[in-house]
């Protein structure tokens, strides 16, 4: 299966890219071909242009082949922070620039005169990693859980994929060493079963 991973980080040394590393490792070992983003080492550039809201306008060539790429892919990884209860602001250019309107998703319209949207994802799987430096319990009775929302419904669903794993590790500022190595096992056990198929 050709899986894109999709990394929003900017320290290399970070356990996002650990993660990283360990599901395309984990992927590649199973047969699959994984294919690695980092945004912040890649220089994505987020920001979506007025030129590019005309849908009948070719799209940037360094935008198109990750748009070629993501349309083509058979499933799909994301691993970010959660910051502010969202992705970073690459990855949300990432999303807005990529899964674009007539490639990961249209709008039919029904009896109503409604846009109904339908997706065009060819992925019938996608896996969410998030960090967090907050205890779970606080962040869930303090926000409830946006990110499951905005990757699950708004995205995901959206684009036609509709199997979604997401996990949270957290708190990574002070997990140990142990943690840290039982959570890279879990990611690769997650990415294994999701893609599995």
């Given at each position: 299966?050709?899986?894109?991973i999709?990394?929003?980080?900017?320290?290399?040394?970070?356990?996002?890219?650990a993660?990283?590393?360990?599901v395309?490792e984990a992927l590649?070992?199973?047969?699959?071909n994984?294919k690695?983003?980092?945004?912040?080492?890649e220089?994505f550039?987020?920001?979506?242009?007025?030129?590019?809201?005309?849908?009948?306008l070719?799209?940037p060539?360094?935008i198109?082949?990750?748009c070629r790429?993501?349309?083509?892919?058979?499933?799909?990884?994301?691993?970010h922070?959660?910051?502010w209860?969202?992705?970073?602001?690459i990855?949300k250019?990432w999303?807005?620039r990529?899964?674009r309107?007539?490639?990961?998703?249209?709008f039919?319209?029904?009896?109503?005169?409604?846009?109904?949207?339908?997706?065009?994802?060819?992925?019938?799987?996608a896996?969410?990693f998030?960090?967090a430096?907050?205890?779970?319990?606080?962040?869930?009775?303090a926000?409830?859980?946006?990110?499951?929302?905005?990757?699950?419904?708004?995205?995901f669903?959206l684009?036609?994929?509709?199997?979604?794993?997401?996990e949270?590790?957290?708190m990574v500022?002070?997990?140990?060493p142990?943690q840290?190595?039982?959570?890279?096992?879990?990611?690769?056990?997650?990415?294994?079963?999701?893609?599995?198929q």
């Amino acid at each position: 299966m050709n899986i894109s991973i999709i990394l929003a980080h900017p320290n290399p040394e970070s356990f996002n890219h650990a993660i990283a590393r360990t599901v395309a490792e984990a992927l590649r070992k199973n047969g699959h071909n994984p294919k690695l983003h980092d945004l912040y080492a890649e220089k994505f550039d987020p920001l979506f242009t007025k030129g590019e809201l005309d849908t009948t306008l070719p799209v940037p060539k360094d935008i198109d082949s990750q748009c070629r790429e993501i349309v083509n892919a058979d499933g799909v990884v994301i691993i970010h922070p959660n910051w502010w209860g969202q992705p970073p602001a690459i990855l949300k250019g990432w999303v807005d620039r990529v899964l674009r309107m007539g490639l990961a998703y249209r709008f039919d319209t029904n009896d109503k005169g409604e846009g109904v949207p339908v997706g065009l994802l060819r992925a019938k799987s996608a896996v969410v990693f998030n960090t967090a430096n907050t205890p779970p319990d606080r962040e869930l009775a303090a926000f409830g859980d946006p990110l499951e929302t905005l990757w699950k419904r708004c995205i995901f669903d959206l684009c036609g994929v509709k199997k979604v794993y997401r996990e949270t590790f957290s708190m990574v500022i002070i997990s140990t060493p142990e943690q840290r190595a039982g959570w890279l096992r879990r990611a690769e056990e997650i990415v294994l079963k999701a893609f599995d198929q």
